[in-house]
Each structure stands twice: as structure tokens, then as C-alpha cells.
């Protein structure tokens, strides 16, 4: 894939590079894929609780979310938190990192 820089950064965009979204958080979809702490599975939301679901059995991948700035609208339908997408936990690369939360 190749980075067209149309955003105006050549990587990831500063946090705070476009507003946050309707919860006041930012750069949710599309900046880079961010690794879960579950495994993944294609059954997900058949087989996980529908509060706070997680699956816990290793299956060799762990799930993904968001899309990167990499992706481009043709070939990634992705851009949305909902969305999961999976790789091997010793994979690694500029376009996929994760999301230090804290409580209020």
C-alpha cells in the first residue's frame, strides 16, 4: 500500500489533529489499527456476552479495530469501531498500535 499523504501527515496524525468525536474521544477509526485485548473469532457476537463482551479462548489471532491511515476507501470498509479485523500477536508495523485508557 502506498501512503498518499492526502491528510497531510506521511504517518499517523497527532491525537488531536481533527476534533474528538460525540464521547470526546479521539482518532477512533482510521489513524492506525489497534489491537484488542481479546483473541479473534469470525463467531464473535454469536459466541461473546452482549455486555462487555470479550473471548478468551486463543485461537491464534487477536482481534483488530479501526482501520489505519494505510487503508484506502477501496479496499478498507472498515472505518468503524464496530468493526474487527484480525493478525498474529507477533506481528507489527507503523499503521497498528493501541489505546491507553484510563477511568475519569
Do not use: I
Not at 499523504?5 to 474521544?25: C, E, I, Q, R, W
Not at 489471532?61 to 487503508?71: E, N, V
Not at 469501531?81 to 477511568?103: E, K, Q, Y
Amino acid at each position: 500500500m502506498k501512503n498518499s499523504k492526502s491528510d497531510g501527515y506521511a504517518g499517523t496524525a497527532p491525537v488531536d489533529a481533527y476534533a474528538p468525536n460525540g464521547y470526546g474521544l479521539y482518532n477512533m477509526a482510521g489513524n492506525v489499527w489497534e489491537w484488542c485485548a481479546d483473541w479473534f473469532t469470525p463467531a464473535y457476537h454469536a459466541v461473546t456476552a452482549a455486555s462487555n463482551p470479550r473471548f478468551d479462548q486463543p485461537t491464534g489471532k487477536r482481534s483488530m479495530r479501526g482501520g489505519s491511515y494505510l487503508c484506502h476507501r477501496s479496499y478498507c470498509n472498515r472505518y468503524r469501531v464496530a468493526a474487527r479485523s484480525s493478525n498474529t500477536p507477533d506481528s507489527s508495523g507503523g499503521n497498528c498500535g493501541f489505546r491507553v485508557a484510563r477511568s475519569g
